[in-house]
T-cell receptor
Framework: DGGITQSPKYLFRKEGQNVTLSCEQN?????MYWYRQDPGQGLRLIYY???????QKGDIAEGYSVSREKKESFPLTVTSAQKNPTAFYLC???????????FGEGSRLTVL | QQQVKQSPQSLIVQKGGISIINCAYE??????FPWYQQFPGKGPALLIA?????SEKKEGRFTISFNKSAKQFSLHIMDSQPGDSATYFC???????????FGSGTRLSIRP
């Protein structure tokens, strides 16, 4: 089955620790995205990548970092510099010919 | 110029009624207008989408109406069912740049 796989689904972290969220896709899409969603809120763009070895900051990139070494993988690191990291994180990839975004199931990060 | 304004923020509709969610955009470079549906704890999924050269698109009980001159589009859900209870996001896409802007979301509740 083709799709976006995010892991872990739930993650707990102590303050001051970095944590990396995994995002893998087997859809052969070039563009990938990371969004943050707070309870009852919309989708805020953290980082996006249009091609391997290239990525751009979104609207709320501070305290986050990404890499895009492989087409299939776009991991997100939530660093200790992120002031309020507790949130639901969504990864997506875009099918270029239609513009459709395919989302993963999300990773819920809780900072204790 | 990059914003997509969505209203209402929340909506309660009786079963069998019509649900209407509205969106407005500013940037005329957008060339694709999708609606995404999100259930709690899940990633959003594409529901229906329209191109700006079409004024209306219907898929089952879901219809997009598009007004290019007013730069507005709306989602109509006919014969609304409890299973339609979800958060709906409109979006505007600039396909050549793989750039997508989301509205703030509408939480729809269908009362039995």
């Amino acid at each position: 089955d083709g799709g976006i796989t995010q892991s872990p689904k739930y993650l707990f972290r102590k303050e001051g620790q970095n944590v990396t969220l995994s995002c893998e896709q087997n859809l052969n899409h070039d563009a990938m995205y990371w969004y943050r969603q707070d309870p009852g809120q919309g989708l805020r763009l953290i980082y996006y990548s249009q091609i391997v070895n290239d990525f751009q900051k979104g609207d709320i990139a501070e305290g986050y970092s990404v890499s895009r070494e492989k087409k299939e993988s776009f991991p997100l690191t939530v660093t200790s510099a992120q002031k309020n990291p507790t949130a639901f994180y969504l990864c997506a990839s875009m099918r270029r010919d239609t513009g459709e975004l395919f989302f993963g199931e999300g990773s819920r990060l809780t900072v204790l | 110029q990059q914003q997509v304004k969505q209203s209402p923020q929340s909506l309660i509709v009786q079963k069998g009624g019509i649900s209407i969610i509205n969106c407005a955009y500013e940037n005329t470079a957008f060339d694709y207008f999708p609606w995404y549906q999100q259930f709690p704890g899940k990633g959003p999924a594409l529901l229906i989408a329209i191109r700006p050269d079409v004024s209306e698109k219907k898929e089952g009980r879901f219809t997009i109406s598009f007004n290019k001159s007013a730069k507005q589009f709306s989602l109509h859900i006919m014969d609304s069912q409890p299973g339609d209870s979800a958060t709906y996001f409109c979006a505007a896409l600039w396909r050549s740049a793989s750039k997508i802007i989301f509205g703030s979301g509408t939480r729809l509740s269908i009362r039995p």
